[in-house]
């Protein structure tokens, strides 16, 4: 069988084609001339091609196969790198992979921007991101399901808890909906005969109990995209975060509604872990930082709806 290139051939083509020569080559890896010419006559020897012209030049030239093996070297040289790192991380006790229960609550901006930092800080931990709502985001972290929990939590929960920042509800509805025809405040008895829209607890956490349900009749959902669409068709009305109803807001596809038992409210954000369990470096680092970008969006928009200059970083329908 024909012999592999090694790595510290790899390096030494990738160290001479940076500096331009042997000699280069030779004082950037602190290893004699004669060495860094041997590895290279041995490495083209091993892929049966010249690598470099070194005839009629003063300093060693690519050839065309050598430039298309550089770019080969230089990727198989991250690869090595990347191990490394890894390695020299999982010695430290950084995770490997973090595993994140994400409520969809949570402000967009919030999340893609500190992803975005967290890809930046650590390049090679792997990242398990599931969405859930209510008491779901609990039952994950208690199961060992996720490292760490990002939501609002409904009544009581086994795990550590850490108020991050707040999240604002806004009572809305379509503009052709009955309600948003009547003069505020909108007294109880008359918000009662309209079919209210409600995200249900998809865990047994907060079994038969309801959090701000006002109507005689109610539609349960599971997910806050799909009440989202719904409330916007006119099928119902209820409370939606500021921040994913702030565009529909500002172009008259939704309005705020104003109703005597519920209004505009900011409710607490956590994130949570299991009291038995301390989270990583990484979890540590990711609770950290979704405290402080909440906090920046929180100051940005007090009222809980989406800054115009944040627009870029939501996902609309």
Not at 90 to 105: H, K, W, Y
Not at 228 to 246: D, K, S, T, Y
Not at 274 to 288: F, K, N
């Amino acid at each position: 069988m024909q012999p592999n290139p090694t790595l510290d051939q790899l390096q030494i083509l990738l160290a001479v084609a940076e500096t331009g020569s042997f000699s280069g080559a030779g004082r950037k890896l602190n290893r004699a001339q004669s060495v860094i010419s041997y590895g290279i006559a041995n490495l083209e020897a091993q892929l049966g091609v010249k690598l470099f012209e070194r005839e009629g030049t003063r300093e060693p030239q690519l050839t065309e196969m050598g430039k298309a093996i550089l770019e080969d070297a230089r990727r198989m040289a991250g690869v090595m790198q990347r191990i490394r790192a890894r390695v020299e991380g999982f010695n430290r006790g950084l995770e490997s992979e973090v595993a994140v229960a994400i409520d969809p609550v949570l402000p967009a901006p919030v999340l893609i921007r500190t992803l975005r930092a967290f890809a930046q800080e650590f390049p090679t931990v792997g990242l398990r991101l599931n969405v859930g709502s209510l008491g779901s985001i609990v039952d994950q972290v208690v199961k060992g399901e996720a490292d760490i929990g990002i939501g609002a939590v409904p009544g009581e929960a086994d795990v550590r808890l850490i108020e991050i920042g707040l999240v604002t509800m806004v009572p809305v509805a379509s503009p052709d909906h009955p309600l948003a025809r009547l003069k505020g405040p909108v007294p109880l008895e008359d918000l009662r005969e309209h079919t209210q829209l409600v995200v249900t607890d998809p865990s047994q956490r907060t079994r038969g109990r309801d959090f701000s349900v006002f109507a005689f009749r109610i539609w349960r959902l599971t997910d806050m995209h799909t009440k989202h669409l719904m409330i916007r068709a006119g099928l119902g009305w209820g409370g939606l975060p500021g921040w994913i109803i702030a565009e529909d807001l500002r172009q008259g596809l939704l309005v705020e509604l104003d109703l005597e038992p519920y209004g505009q409210v900011q409710g607490p954000f956590f994130a949570m872990h299991r009291t038995d369990r301390q989270p990583g470096p990484a979890a540590s680092w990711l609770i950290d930082i979704f405290k402080s970008k909440l906090g920046c969006f929180n100051e940005a928009a007090p009222d809980g709806l989406l800054p115009a200059d944040l627009d870029g970083d939501v996902t609309r329908d």
